[in-house]
């Protein structure tokens, strides 16, 4: 067998070394690319940090180039930095520059926008100067066409006062004239009106005399027959119930029959009598009417229904003919009839004219 052969130490380094190496140009050239691609940025000082890997075993020539390497990096690195700095200061200046110039125009711009506005504000002052005047010429104008108005105001009221005045004086002059007329007219009108009430007072004084008179005479016509009824229809009571308790039954009932017919003749007189006593005359009565009444009464002599059977085709005396009925009220010369004699009267008609009712 043939025996290997042992790498010198030469041999040993050379491989790690080359590899050594060319990582160190990998990351130098990707460290050169990536300063080359990147954006201009503000202001900023990169710092470029290198590590530098030694390998476990090292020979001098290793340590050497990887000085060598590391003072290139630092070299690179500091012109790099000094090319930005470069750059940046450059970039500075250019941003002054640019500010300056913004200033100057921005500067200018409000020079412009001042003289603009001052050429406005003065031609706002032209404008507002000749609106003035056209305005006071206007008042004046005004003025005067006022001022000639009042006078021509004054000159028309002072016409019209004038004429108002005299019309005034013929308007007295009638005034007085007509007054003249009036007051004689007036006192002949008042004489007149004066004998014509002097006359009716007298008529009415003789009517009121006459009324009176009748009046009277009625109301002791009235009183006189009501008190005859009355003392007729009790003196007659009185005599039937003397009759009837008599022994003669036929004679009795002779005499009942007569009474009843006579009490009956009575009864109507003194309905007839007490409805003139409280009849209201109405001013339509007059003589000839006739108006038929249902009257309606109770047992005890309560007139308890009055209706108009047939008219006598004027309405406010058939009212009041009605009213005259319901008036009476109560008869309490009723309240001793026989139930045979008060049946006529339970329902029964009336005639009335204002003769009966004392007209």
Do not use: C
Request: hydrophobic share 40%; no cysteine.
């Amino acid at each position: 067998m043939q025996q290997q052969r042992e790498p010198s130490a030469s041999e040993s380094y050379f491989w790690p070394s080359v590899w050594a190496i060319g990582l160190h140009v990998l990351v130098f050239g990707m460290l050169f690319v990536s300063f080359a691609l990147t954006p201009e940025l503000p202001v900023a000082k990169p710092i470029v940090q290198a590590t530098l890997y030694q390998l476990k075993s090292k020979s001098q020539a290793t340590t050497q180039t990887n000085q060598k390497i590391a003072g290139e990096a630092k070299k690179s690195a500091a012109r790099q930095t000094e090319v930005e700095q470069m750059e940046q200061k450059k970039v500075e200046q250019e941003a002054v520059k640019a500010a300056e110039q913004k200033k100057e125009e921005a500067a200018q711009k409000a020079e412009e926008a001042k003289k603009a506005d001052e050429a406005k504000k003065a031609e706002q002052a032209k404008k507002a100067d000749e609106a003035k005047k056209t305005e006071d010429a206007k008042k004046a104008a005004d003025a005067k066409k006022a001022e000639e108005k009042q006078l021509a105001d004054i000159a028309k009221k002072k016409a019209e006062e004038e004429a108002k005045k005299a019309a005034e004086e013929e308007a007295k002059k009638e005034a007085a004239e007509e007054a003249k007329k009036k007051i004689v007219e007036d006192a002949k009108k008042k004489a007149a009106e004066d004998a014509k009430k002097k006359s009716e007072a007298e008529e009415a004084k003789k009517k009121v005399a006459e009324d009176a008179k009748k009046k009277a005479a009625a109301d002791a016509a009235k009183k006189k027959a009501q008190d005859a009824a009355r003392k007729s229809v009790e003196d007659k009571k009185a005599q039937a119930l003397a009759d009837l308790l008599s022994d003669k039954t036929e004679r009795q009932q002779a005499l009942a029959d007569e009474v009843g017919d006579e009490t009956a003749g009575n009864f109507d007189d003194l309905i007839r009598s007490r409805a003139s006593e409280g009849w209201a005359q109405p001013p339509s009565a007059r003589k000839g009417m006739k108006v038929v009444l249902q009257i309606n009464m109770l047992p005890d002599g309560t007139i308890s229904g009055v209706s108009v059977a047939h008219s006598s085709g004027d309405a406010p005396f058939d009212s009041s003919a009605v009213a005259a009925v319901k008036n009476i009220g109560r008869l309490t010369e009723m309240q001793g009839l026989k139930p045979a004699d008060f049946a006529p009267y339970r329902s029964f008609k009336m005639t009335f004219t204002p003769e009966d009712l004392a007209l």
